[in-house]
């Protein structure tokens, strides 16, 4: 099963990096560690290297551009977003995703000088991301829920739509006060008009965070509770590392490696995962290879025996032949005969046509008039002197065995006797 190292950079330049290994499913398969991206770098053999940066320093936001190529979406992402952007769009990186349900698009917008910076530190230890995603990217959408990951010094919200907020952790009640009133005015008229409490959202609550930070926020959690229809909140022992891996490990999110970052594909890291198939490939290749010469050869062996049953017959049919240059089509034109590309491949026919040669050899005075093969069969026009000739010819081609003749017809004509055979491999 394949598998992920998980490594998260801090958001202080000094801070230490986390990371986990997860398999493919998200399942966790490592303990989760910290330290220098150095002692990172000794996991990443075999792996596949997903980085997660700080979420306060990635905007997210959605767009909404009628363009179908990622490519020119990524060009008119600058312009479609430039009001929205307090700094100069020419020293932002923009990434994106496909489109959502409700048709926007996911995008991710982070300083040229940070993307540079992470990428930096990390070649400088060996470490080559496959994919960079912003931390909030680790947070599942759950329908009608507001999840909430609380840390030392930030929050990451995802509210019910998706759609990612980052503050500190200063504000967290303050913005939670304001998504919960988002929520509950959109509650439809009919909601309005109960005699319920309409300050309370018809939302869930989710909240991670690590038990420091659970006694530290006790007061807000308790008027939280208040305002939302369920408050339910997860400790986090070991930190939000391991629950951000198999969510981004999963479901992903705005891959950073876009555009000019985009991960380009080196043959040489790969041959070794191909060399296996590739092997098994060019075995194939050189099988096939070796098969066909041997029908080459094998059919070339053909040719050259039939051409040389042709030009017996023709020498035992014929007096006074010359030097034939192509013995069969010399057959072929004297006799109308089958064409050799009609019958070469055909079973017994060379033999039969060998047979055929050396019996016209004992028994002189026996002229062919036409030679034809069909379904394993050769079909032999004659003149012969007489009748006991023709059985004479018969018996030598029918004696060793290999071929039974048999005489399909005789016809006497002035002084000679016309007749048909028929010659086909024995079934003794």
């Not at 997660?52 to 992402?77: E, F, G, Y």
């Amino acid at each position: 099963m394949a598998e992920s190292l998980v490594i998260r950079l801090p958001d202080a330049s000094a801070g230490p990096a986390e990371w986990v290994v997860v398999d493919n499913t998200g399942a966790r398969i490592s303990d989760p560690g910290s330290g220098s991206l150095n002692q990172a770098s000794v996991l990443t053999e075999n792996r596949k290297v997903v980085v997660l940066v700080p979420a306060t320093r990635v905007l997210r936001l959605s767009a909404d551009i009628p363009l179908k190529s990622a490519a020119k979406i990524r060009q008119a992402l600058p312009f479609a977003l430039e009001e929205q952007l307090a700094g100069d769009v020419e020293a932002q990186h923009f990434a994106c995703d496909k489109r959502n349900d409700s048709g926007l698009i996911p995008v991710a917008v982070v300083a040229i000088d940070l993307m540079d910076d992470w990428l930096e530190k990390l070649a400088e230890n060996d470490i080559r991301a496959d994919a960079v995603y912003a931390e909030s990217d680790g947070i599942a959408t759950v329908p009608a829920t507001i999840s909430v990951y609380v840390d030392d010094d930030s929050v990451i919200i995802r509210d019910t739509a998706g759609q990612i907020t980052v503050a500190d952790a200063a504000s967290m009640s303050i913005v939670l006060d304001l998504l919960l009133e988002q929520q509950t005015a959109d509650l439809d008229d009919e909601e309005e008009d109960e005699e319920d409490d309409v300050s309370v959202a018809p939302v869930n609550l989710l909240i991670y965070c690590k038990a420091d930070v659970h006694e530290r926020h006790q007061e807000s959690w308790e008027r939280l509770r208040m305002r939302a229809e369920n408050l339910d909140i997860k400790i986090l022992a070991e930190g939000a590392l391991p629950r951000m891996a198999g969510e981004v490990v999963v479901n992903r999110g705005v891959n950073l490696l876009q555009g000019k970052y985009a991960r380009k594909v080196e043959l040489g890291a790969h041959w070794k995962h191909w060399q296996p198939a590739a092997t098994l490939l060019a075995a194939f290749v050189l099988l096939v290879l070796i098969f066909q010469g041997a029908s080459y050869f094998q059919l070339s062996r053909q040719e050259a025996a039939l051409d040389q049953a042709a030009d017996s017959v023709l020498r035992a049919t014929f007096n006074n032949l010359g030097e034939v240059g192509d013995p069969w089509n010399e057959l072929s034109s004297r006799l109308g005969t089958t064409s050799p590309e009609a019958i070469v491949s055909g079973p017994g026919f060379v033999e039969a046509l060998e047979a055929l040669s050396i019996a016209f050899a004992e028994t002189p005075g026996i002229k062919m008039q036409t030679l034809s093969f069909r379904s394993g069969i050769v079909d032999v026009q004659l003149v012969a002197p007489n009748v006991e000739a023709l059985d004479q010819l018969r018996a030598l081609i029918s004696g060793p065995g290999k071929f039974t003749a048999e005489i399909q017809s005789a016809n006497p004509k002035d002084d000679a006797v016309e007749g048909r055979m028929q010659i086909m491999a024995s079934t003794q």
